[in-house]
């Protein structure tokens, strides 16, 4: 009988077999900023809970955080407002693609969850509260930076401006949003928080560090530091398992069995309660959104070294 494989034995078979599947996929070409992103990189980093790490390809390459960043802005404004926030916004995962207007609407205004869209407004409205976009942006920002450990980390200004410049379904969710009292923030403020906090530039190996605490129920585990309450970070694993993966989110908790999180960047992360942060980046899309060659390398890393919360 084979015996297990090491955490880095395992990183680096998924990165080979990742080979004859680089490439695949669509890169999110209705953001003008991301279209030119070679769709054959693939980088892998996995941080545990001890501080044992293993890396693979372009795990040092900066790529952009997008929808990601959802999981760190709903950190933030849990500890702003707390429980007061699902008042706001739901639990439930959508069924409907992640930037669904009709949706929003036939539910009066409270977006079915924080990792959708309109829900990812609502939470960025939370976390502005009423303060300039630049504060907000800032805390955001330096939020990730001090989880990771990396000064370095910033905005893409060029990414942003090319949201900014395309997010007319966004925008639409904001004001649909304000006509129904759901966003207290100028739309306009809200909008470039959001834009912004999306256009964050990120590595794999910082991305896993950035998300460690959500493997020991919002403790730091490398240096002690309490980042979020237990409650918390178990409600945030739990919309990820459930959520995190738009209207496929099903399909993940069947492949992977994990809490996770994707972006159009191509970017996921992923965590192993108790173990482990993992973070992926490969830039084409499936037809849902989310990182083709990722998802893939999720299943079989996740299948190498035998976890699963189920």
């Known amino acids: 009988m084979k015996d297990a494989p090491t955490l880095a034995e395992a990183v680096a078979e998924v990165g080979r ?7 695949e996929g669509r ?3 209705y953001i ?3 279209a030119r992103v070679d769709p054959n990189r ?5 941080i545990t809970v001890d501080g044992e790490t293993a890396e ?3 795990a040092w390459v900066p790529f952009s955080i997008q929808s990601i960043s959802k999981v760190f802005t709903l950190a933030l404004a849990l500890e702003r407002v707390g429980e007061g926030l699902w008042t706001r916004v739901g639990r439930e995962p959508s069924g409907s693609r992640f930037n669904s207007i009709v949706q929003l609407e036939a539910e009066g205004g409270v977006p079915r969850n924080p990792f959708i869209n309109a829900g990812a407004i609502v939470t960025t409205d939370a976390v502005l509260d009423s303060r300039t976009p630049e504060v907000a942006i800032a805390e955001i920002r330096d939020f990730l930076r001090r989880l990771s450990g990396v000064e370095t980390i910033d905005i893409d200004a060029e990414v942003a401006r090319s949201e900014a410049e395309t997010g007319f379904r966004n925008a639409s969710l904001a004001n649909f949003l304000r006509a129904f009292g759901n966003l207290k923030s100028p739309v306009a403020d809200v909008l470039e928080t959001y834009f912004s906090q999306c256009a964050i530039r990120i590595t794999c190996r ?4 950035a998300g460690l605490f959500l493997a020991r129920e919002g403790l730091d585990p490398l240096n002690g530091a309490r980042v979020l309450s237990p409650e918390h970070a178990r409600r945030i694993n739990a919309i990820m398992m459930t959520c995190g993966h738009y209207d496929a989110s099903g399909e993940f908790a069947f492949q992977v069995g994990l809490p996770g999180k994707s972006g159009v960047g191509g970017g ?9 942060a993992v973070a992926v980046w490969s830039p084409g899309l499936n037809e849902v959104g989310n990182s083709q060659v990722g998802t893939l390398a999720l299943e079989r890393l996740a299948a190498k070294m035998g976890w699963s919360v189920f």
């Open 17 to 23: 077999e990742m080979a004859a599947h680089r490439g």
């Open 27 to 29: 890169v999110a070409d």
């Open 32 to 34: 003008p900023a991301l």
């Open 42 to 46: 693939f980088g892998l980093a996995v």
């Open 56 to 58: 693979f390809g372009d």
């Open 206 to 209: 910082q991305l896993a560090r």
């Open 268 to 276: 996921i992360l992923t965590i192993v309660p108790d173990r482990a």
